[in-house]
């Protein structure tokens, strides 16, 4: 079978992974000219270390990266709140949340692609059926025959217009800054991550390297608050003031140029992933907020599942169907999940925020139990069709 990928990110890389590994071999249509390192960091949950041993390259990701002991929540004058220690998760798993640089994630996926199947510069503009098979166009003139077509071409997919042209995306009411500021943390941060959350504001941060720590903050586009994207870094100094001091040091480390700023976003859950022979996954398929640090490694998750249903099913329409039946309810749970933590985390008045951190801290441990069972623990053998 000939297939092609739109879009050479998370999910199209761990795809045309999966895919090879099943001996089937795909090329990747890239828009970008050129495939830059972007973003800050990433966390890569143990549902998607899972796979991504599976595809022999966990070992790689930790090496780059730093593997995470707890999840500390505090409030955002260090009064805690919760303390999920990875060992709930690990127990069942067997793997840590990794947090590493985005760009050593990319990487790492990129150099188990065979290079000659990536093709930069390809925008994919159009798809038609043909008698002999899908004709792709692209924004260079070019076309492409092929007997499928996955779209992974992300939150703005082109594809996705194609397979359900209603779709909309919607806004999460929240902005969110990230970068890596060149900084060491005290021995007690060290191997955490650690969110600490004020009155519509959210700082997290976390190791990941021996000198270098990812950091994300996000505010409800509803606050007041004045932000000035050449002066970045005053504007959050500004915006985090009233939050305990190592957030000041981090935002100071950072190299000003390189703090990235967007409105959150995500897509209503789509009743259809598919048309007949174009399929979407990652976040063409069902892009969520990064409340959880989920929307990558659903996309790893559904690389998997993929493979499993090309390489078991001839029909390329059937294979896809038993895809979206294999992945719509996880994926939705998850997309729910994440939405909801936006909004809570946006919750402006302090007598609520405070009520809110009072309840949390109660009900976290029974939380954090419940959900390392059915976040973080993607087991591989029940989405094999072997
Ligand atoms: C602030 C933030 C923090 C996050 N943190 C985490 C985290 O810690 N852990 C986690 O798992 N997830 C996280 N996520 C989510 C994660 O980044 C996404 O879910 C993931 O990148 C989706 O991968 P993708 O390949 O589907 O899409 P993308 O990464 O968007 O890749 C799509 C690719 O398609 C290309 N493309 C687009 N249009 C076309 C076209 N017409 N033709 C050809 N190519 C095209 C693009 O250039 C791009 O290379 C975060 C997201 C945000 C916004």
């Not at 249903?309 to 896809?320: M, N, Q, R, V």
């Amino acid at each position: 079978m000939n297939g092609i990928i739109i879009g050479a990110g998370i999910a199209g890389l761990s795809t045309a992974i999966a895919l090879k590994l099943k001996g089937i071999e795909v090329d990747i249509y890239e828009a970008s000219a050129e495939l830059k390192v972007v973003g800050a960091g990433i966390l890569v949950p143990p549902n998607a270390m899972a796979v991504l041993a599976h595809y022999g390259l966990a070992d790689e990701v930790k090496s780059y990266g730093k593997e995470i002991d707890a999840l500390r929540v505090s409030s955002f004058r260090g009064e805690p709140i919760s303390i999920t220690p990875s060992t709930f998760v690990n127990n069942r798993t067997q793997f840590k949340t990794v947090a590493l640089h985005r760009g050593k994630l990319q990487e790492i996926l990129l150099r188990n692609v065979s290079e000659e199947r990536i093709h930069l510069g390809y925008q994919y503009s159009r798809v038609e059926s043909t008698n002999e098979g899908l004709q792709v166009s692209f924004a260079n003139n070019q076309q492409r025959i092929a007997d499928f077509m996955i779209g992974a071409d992300g939150l703005r997919s082109k594809v996705r217009q194609f397979v359900m042209p209603d779709s909309a995306l919607r806004n999460g009411q929240q902005v969110c800054w990230r970068g890596v500021a060149n900084i060491q943390l005290p021995e007690s941060s060290n191997a955490q991550l650690t969110e600490l959350w004020g009155d519509g504001t959210r700082f997290g941060f976390v190791p990941i390297g021996p000198d270098q720590v990812y950091w994300y903050a996000t505010a409800s586009s509803k606050r007041n608050y004045y932000f000035e994207s050449d002066r970045a870094a005053d504007s959050l100094r500004k915006l985090f003031s009233s939050y305990i001091t190592c957030v000041d040091n981090i935002i100071d480390s950072t190299p000003q140029d390189l703090i990235i700023e967007g409105n959150m976003y995500d897509i209503k859950p789509l009743k259809h992933w598919f048309s007949n022979r174009v399929v979407l996954l990652g976040d063409a398929a069902h892009a969520i907020t990064p409340n959880l640090g989920q929307g990558g490694a659903l996309a790893i998750e559904d690389s998997y599942a993929i493979a499993e249903k090309l390489e078991h099913f001839s029909d390329p329409a059937t294979a896809f169907l038993e895809f979206q039946q294999a992945r719509q309810t996880r994926v939705d749970r998850v997309s729910k999940a994440s939405w909801k933590i936006g909004q809570i985390t946006n919750w402006r008045s302090p007598l609520l925020c405070s009520a809110r951190n009072q309840i949390l801290s109660k009900v976290a441990p029974m939380m954090a139990n419940s959900q390392s069972d059915w976040l973080y623990n993607f087991e591989i053998s029940k989405h094999s069709n072997n």
